[in-house]
Each structure stands twice: as C-alpha cells, then as structure tokens.
C-alpha cells in the first residue's frame, strides 16, 4: 500500500528552502554578485521559465493536487469527511467507491462548484484553490470532464478544437481569423493525439459516442489543462473504445495528471494506476489494484457489492 503523507500541508512544504541566493552568488566578484543576485532571486521568474499553464503554479514537491482534512456536510450528512488526498505530477489515479461514497462532490470541491466546511484544496504547493470561482480553477490548469459529452454538434471537429483553445477565442474570431503556425501545430498533435486526425473537417454531431468523449477531452487539452478530471469515461462504451479509452488516458499521464473516477472495475484493471477507495467520504485504502483487491475491508464496502 501507498503510505499517504499525514502532515504535508502546503504551507510546511513551501517553508522548504532553497539556497538562499546569497549563497549562491558569494563566489562572485562583488560587481557581478549583484546582477546574478537579480537573476536567482526566488520570488522572480523569467518568462523563459514560466510553465505555460499557470504562472505561478508551483510543483517543486512533485505534488500537483493536495486535499487535506476536507470535509462536506449536507444537511448534517458528512458527504465527504476528513479527505485527504494527493495527486502527483504526472500520475493517472483511478477513484473508485460504492454509490453515494463522496466521488462527484469531492470532483465538486476540486473544480470550486462546491465549498468544503473544512479542509485545504490546494493546486501545486502554492495556489489555494479554495480562493478561487470555478473559472478560475479552470483557468489555472483544473479541467474537468462530465460522464455526458459537450461538444459543439453542429461545428467541425477541428472547430471544437480550435474553440477550446486558450486565449479565449470567440466562435465569431475562430471562423475570421487563422490560426498561426504553431497554434495550428498545437491542433494537430492534439487530434491526433485523441485519434481523430481523419475526422478532422466531420461534425462532431457525426461522432460516435465514444468519439465525442475524446474529442471533449482534447478539447481540455486544448486550454492547457494540468490536471483533467474524468468521470466515468466508458459509461456507455464498445470494448473497442474503451480499449482505445485506456490508451488514451494512459497516453496523457506524464504531461498531466489524470484523476479518473469510475466503476468499470475492467477498465481501472487496464490502465493499472494507482487505485484509491473512497468510502463514506473517507480514503479507506489506496494502492494497486491487485492489493485493493486483496484488502478486506475493501471487499467488505464496495467489491463484495458487484
Ligand atoms: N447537493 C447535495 N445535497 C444533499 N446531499 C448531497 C448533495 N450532493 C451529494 N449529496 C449526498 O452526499 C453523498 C455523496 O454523494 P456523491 O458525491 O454524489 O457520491 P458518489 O459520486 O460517490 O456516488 C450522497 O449521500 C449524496 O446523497
Ligand atoms: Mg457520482
């Protein structure tokens, strides 16, 4: 089993220093001590620097997303109740749990739709997303992605795309104005990336269902999102594309970390991630998904269900 850190709160990570920049510069001579100073100052970034997504999203720990002790009453019904939660660069998660377990307000607390009564929700170890409406989540790299397609049916594949895109387009700029090169690079490595680089010029509303999830999920690739929020992909997929669904998200882990809540025990068996259990609104177990398998008190709450 995964050992979840218990006390890694954002604000004692950030306490980690680095060298202070006196240090590194004390070598110099004083004339040029004070321009390397500049360069090196912690609290400055240069442009070249800057990750794309969000310019101060700040990952030094290697830990994207961190929930902490959150907790969600309805009603006096603790929804979701002391979650804890961390999501590293780059990782493919699987959540799983029996129904009414806490899987879609916990995606509600991440995305800022729904406000915890306790608890830290932070992104990288610097941007408190509890802060933060829910474009703005969106607008710092948090991209989210509901079980029902929402494409634009009657424009193109490409023009979803090109939508999506960052920099706010607007539907009356995407058909007056091109794209620049890289722009138009950036479209085609993404459809083809989703596997619809022959379908580009088709209506979306042409797709197959499973096409259309893919193409939603490009279209989140598209605003430069970091962490992509999945729920229940498959619901409703041919083996085929499920198949091509697994390979899909499995592609996108490395570049971003994709959290995936789903209940096709098949298919979190076939992306072979890490596998955490939600139960009451609680983390009861997290590891692979051989050793959630195996673990008693997970087949007591939720495998022994199915
Ligand atoms: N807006 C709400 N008002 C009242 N109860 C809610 C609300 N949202 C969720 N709940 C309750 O919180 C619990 C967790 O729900 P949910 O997050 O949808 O679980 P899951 O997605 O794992 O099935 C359920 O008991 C549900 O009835
Ligand atoms: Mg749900």
């Excluded at 997504?53 to 830990?63: A, E, F, G, Q, V």
């Excluded at 408190?128 to 829910?134: A, I, S, T, V």
């Excluded at 605003?223 to 999945?230: F, N, P």
Aim: glycine share 8%; proline share 4%.
């Amino acid at each position: 089993m995964t050992t979840i850190p218990q006390q890694l709160s954002p604000e004692k990570l950030d306490q980690s220093q680095l060298a202070p920049e006196a240090k590194l510069t004390q070598w110099l001579p004083a004339q040029f001590r004070k321009s390397v100073g500049h360069f090196v100052r912690r609290d400055q970034v240069f442009d070249f620097l800057k990750p794309q997504h969000h310019p101060l999203l700040d990952t030094r720990h290697n830990i994207l997303l961190y929930l902490e002790g959150v907790t969600k009453s309805f009603d006096g019904f603790k929804a979701i109740d002391d979650l804890n939660l961390y999501i590293k660069e780059g990782e493919l998660r699987c959540i799983i749990g029996p129904n009414g377990a806490g899987k879609t307000t916990m995606m509600d607390i991440i995305t800022g739709k729904t406000r915890p009564d306790e608890g830290q929700v932070w992104l990288g170890s610097n941007i408190n997303l509890q802060k933060m409406d829910e474009a703005e989540i969106a607008n710092a790299g948090v991209g989210r992605k509901f079980q029902k397609p929402t494409v634009f049916e009657c424009l193109s594949v490409w023009h979803n795309l090109e939508l999506a895109m960052a920099g706010e387009r607007s539907v009356w700029r995407v058909f007056r104005a091109s794209l620049n090169g890289e722009q138009r690079d950036e479209l085609d490595r993404v459809l083809s990336l989703i596997g619809l680089q022959n379908h580009a010029a088709l209506l979306a509303g042409n797709l197959s269902h499973g096409q259309k999830q893919w193409l939603e999920i490009g279209m989140l690739l598209m605003q430069k999102t970091k962490l992509l929020l999945v729920d229940e992909p498959v619901a409703g997929m041919t083996h085929q594309e499920m198949d091509r669904t697994a390979d899909l998200l499995t592609s996108l882990a490395g570049d971003h970390s994709v959290v995936v809540v789903e209940h096709d025990m098949d298919f979190v068996r076939s992306i072979a991630s890490t596998v955490s259990v939600l139960h009451q609104g609680h983390m009861l177990a997290e590891g692979s998904m051989s050793e959630i398998q195996s673990d008693p008190r997970v087949k007591d709450v939720y495998l022994g269900e199915s």
